[in-house]
């Protein structure tokens, strides 16, 4: 089927660690992909996305590469921030209906400790 | 620039009650929908919209109606809630031909007894 996997959480990390949230899809074709960033109390926002493979999307520091052999697009940054704190999401186009939708995953919770 | 407005922020009802969620977006975007937000289920879509007057159903479309009488407004409706609907609301919306970067709105959180 269509689907998004991502890591379990919580992840949590000290400031200033490397991060990684490990991101697999199942689709047909290559989809556009993206990460969105929840953080507390406020709706998601776009953090970065990618439209064909081997892109690299990237914002904040944070980078996510498009690797279509692998299915994957895993989320990076080299030194987190406490105010990285948040729930990240891996999405993925997928097009079907009146017009394309994007498909979530669960969602992975990142704690950043000072 | 309010973006996108969801309210109320929080709601907790009856079993069998109705209630409409609002949602309002000021910045002229063709595309509207509706996810619901679960622990340990990530976020499902409920119902979108392409444009005035036209609505399609998303992943988990039962016990729920959307209209969209005007570009600004798309209300989610609940016919008879029922505890299974227990959770967060949110309304997301993006440019004409662009829906792959969705601006949120904050959020309604729902309970139902």
């Known amino acids: 089927g269509n689907s998004v996997t991502q890591m379990e959480g919580p992840v949590t990390l000290s400031e200033e660690a490397f991060l990684t949230i490990n991101c697999t899809y199942t689709a047909t074709g290559y989809p556009s992909l993206f990460w969105y960033v929840q953080y507390p109390g406020e709706g998601l926002q776009l953090l970065l996305k990618a439209t064909k493979a081997d892109d690299k999307g990237s914002n904040k520091g944070f980078e996510a590469t498009y690797r279509k052999e692998t299915t994957s697009f895993h989320l990076e940054k080299g030194s987190v921030q406490v105010s990285d704190s948040a729930v990240y999401f891996c999405a993925r186009m997928n097009y079907g209906g009146s017009q394309g939708n994007l498909i979530f995953g669960k969602g992975t919770k990142l704690s950043v400790k000072p | 620039n309010a973006g996108v407005t969801q309210t109320p922020k929080f709601q907790v009802l009856k079993t069998g009650q109705s209630m409409t969620l609002q949602c309002a977006q000021d910045?002229?975007?063709?595309?509207m929908s509706w996810y619901r937000q679960d622990p340990g289920m990530g976020l499902r879509l409920i119902h979108y919209s392409v444009g005035a007057g036209i609505t399609d159903q998303g992943e988990v479309p039962n016990g729920y109606n959307v209209s969209r009488s005007t570009t600004e407004d798309f209300p989610l409706r609940l016919l008879s809630a029922a505890p299974s609907q227990t959770s967060v609301y949110f309304c997301?919306?993006?440019?004409?031909?662009?829906?792959?970067?969705?601006?949120f709105g904050s959020g309604t959180q729902l309970s139902v007894l």
């Open positions: 997301a919306s993006s440019p004409r031909g662009s829906n792959e970067k969705l601006f």
């Open positions: 910045m002229n975007h063709e595309y």
